[in-house]
């Protein structure tokens, strides 16, 4: 017996050091999983917040084609009301699902975001179903536009912790051939 307890100590530390590292698998293992969930729904998020531009930024490439039919815009390839109509109804119905999706995993800071640059775009495209011709006020319309993108984009880089990005900001001509 007198064996036993001199073993006992060892015994009891052999048991408290399995215990022990037991616990820290556990433990590295959940914080390993929590990392990767994150990483997954930032990855997600990302994919979101992208196919939501792009379909906002394939419309206003429309609209920008539509002005320059209107003689609003100098877009080198101008396209007729007529013939963009289908282009940009479906270009709304796109944006239909992304929206949902944004929605559903975006940050309110994002979503605030979106809504300034779709409500912009809604804009762009109601001045041009009244077939308005004036390019002054179509630039200020592109102008708030380019403000509701940057916006957009620099909630997201803030809400996925991304550096900050260019600013897309080039000296285009307008519509009368002038910067």
Known sequence: MTAFLQQLPALIGVVIGALGSYLAVVRS???RFRREEAA???ERRLAVYSEYARTLKRAVTLTYRVAAHLGNDPHPHPL??????PLLAQAAHDR???????????????????????VSLMDMERFLREGTRDPQAWQELLERQRTGR???YTAVRQDLALPPGHPARWALPSADGRR
């Open 80 to 85: 007729s009301p007529d013939e963009a109509a």
């Open 96 to 118: 239909d699902p992304a929206g949902e999706a944004l929605l559903l995993l975006g940050s309110t800071a994002v979503v605030d975001q979106a809504r300034v640059w779709v």
């Open 150 to 152: 940057a916006g957009y």
């Open 40 to 42: 997954r729904w930032e």
């Open 29 to 31: 293992d959940r914080a």
